[in-house]
T-cell receptor, first 112, second 117 residues
């Protein structure tokens, strides 16, 4: 049973544009919401993460917006660059069992 | 500092053959994870070790999959016999574990891409 729903499945954005990826969850027991970036032939790497008591977190060009009441969160990539082309996974973690539940991923392609 | 090391990077086998994957975690990381990543999907946890103890193997198909981490450092994941549906990327990850606090990060290796013919 998929517990984290991610959309869109793929996304094409012009260089300099804003990339937006959305996720929704149902389990209110989740404690932490990370985003991972994965390049071909590599494992996922933590990009940015947020706790559910925070509505927004920004790190450089990457921002997570979190809506606890709607059980939704999103990743915004500002000034998108060709080097941002990768697959992005939203995820949710329950600290008690140390398990990461990943979304299905979004393949992002930034046009040069 | 070296990251998580996995070998082999690629493996092609015939169905019904056995296969093994090896993982060496980041030095000092007590917790080790094995994940399965199917094409176009996010990783799914197979098993988690705290030192040499498997503390969560609920998602490991025990009829054909086995894993070990005998000395609490490196680990081996085995499939015997392999089936066509086992074709996927097998990822290993490690972390400092819960003792480091709730936000300790999992670091992933590059994975082993398995193709079963």
């Amino acid at each position: 049973q998929q517990q984290v729903k991610q959309s869109p499945q793929s996304l094409i954005v012009q260089k300099g544009g804003i990339s937006i990826i959305n996720c929704a969850y149902e389990n209110t027991a989740f404690d932490y919401f990370p985003w991972y970036q994965q390049f071909p032939g590599k494992g996922p790497a933590l990009l940015i993460a947020i706790r559910p008591d925070v509505s927004e977190k920004k790190e450089g060009r990457f921002t997570i917006s979190f809506n606890k009441s709607a059980k939704q969160f999103s990743l915004h990539i500002m000034d998108s660059q060709p080097g941002d082309s990768a697959t992005y996974f939203c995820a949710a973690i329950i600290f008690f069992n140390d398990k990461i539940i990943f979304g299905k991923g979004t393949r992002l392609h930034i046009l040069p | 500092e070296a990251g998580v090391v996995q070998s082999p990077r690629y493996k092609i086998i015939e169905k019904k053959q056995p296969v093994a994957f090896w993982c060496n975690p980041i030095s000092g990381h007590n917790t080790l994870y094995w994940y399965l990543q199917n094409l176009g999907q996010g990783p799914e946890l197979l098993i988690r070790y705290e030192n040499e103890e498997a503390v969560d193997d609920s998602q490991l198909p025990k009829d054909r999959f086995s894993a070990e981490r005998l000395k609490g450092v490196d680990s081996t994941l085995k499939i015997q016999p392999a089936e066509l549906g086992d074709s996927a990327v097998y990822l290993c990850a490690s972390s400092l574990g819960r003792e480091a606090g709730p936000y300790n990060e999992q670091f992933f290796g590059p994975g082993t891409r398995l193709t079963v013919l």
